[in-house]
């Protein structure tokens, strides 16, 4: 099944050296966009990777995926500028980022982008591999959630 790429819009101000996805730069299944955006891509047919929504499912395999990157100082402001794209949630999984919050709690379903990707990926049936390959904390995450990278 093939299905439209990953597009990932990373917020100007995010710390490039503690960017998660950066590393996926240059794959020919995923497209990066500067936030804020002057032209919009074209998303029909996708999905917003959300911390609410309806639960991502294998019923949205067909769908191409919005992942929004940025702190969640940031998250605001760029999910009202998508806020017309279909939001889908990832509850129940931990994520291995050692992330200190200054303005108050993170959410408690709060991932690594990298982390929000591949759960995306597993859960739609798509191949995982060489997502977690520059993540430093991909083998704590991995077994904080139950998954064998070698099984992927």
Same mark, same amino acid.
């Given at each position: ?13 995010e ?7 950066l590393?996926?730069k240059?794959? %020919? =299944?995923?497209?990066?966009?500067? +936030?804020?955006l002057? #032209?919009?891509?074209? &998303?029909t !047919? /996708? @999905? ?26 940031? %998250? =605001?402001?760029?999910?009202?500028? +998508?806020?017309?794209? #279909?939001?889908?949630? &990832?509850? !129940? /999984? @931990? ?50 959630n ?6 992927a």
């Open positions: 099944m093939t299905h439209p790429p990953t597009i990932i819009v990373r917020h100007k101000k710390n490039p050296r503690k960017c998660s996805v590393p996926l240059g794959r %020919a =299944d995923v497209r990066f966009f500067s +936030f804020p002057k #032209e919009l891509p074209d &998303l !047919g /996708y @999905i917003r990777l959300a911390a609410q929504g309806a639960p991502l499912s294998a019923a949205d395999a067909v769908a191409g995926l919005l992942l929004l990157d940025g702190s969640w100082r940031a %998250a =605001d402001a760029m999910t009202r500028q +998508f806020a017309h794209v #279909e939001p889908r949630s &990832l509850a !129940g /999984y @931990i994520t291995a980022y050692p992330r200190v919050s200054r303005l108050g709690a993170d959410p408690v379903n709060g991932l690594a982008s990298i982390e929000a990707l591949y759960i995306a990926h597993k859960i739609l049936g798509r191949p995982t591999s060489g997502l977690l390959d520059h993540y430093h904390w991909a083998e704590q995450f991995l077994t904080l139950g998954w064998d990278e070698r099984k």
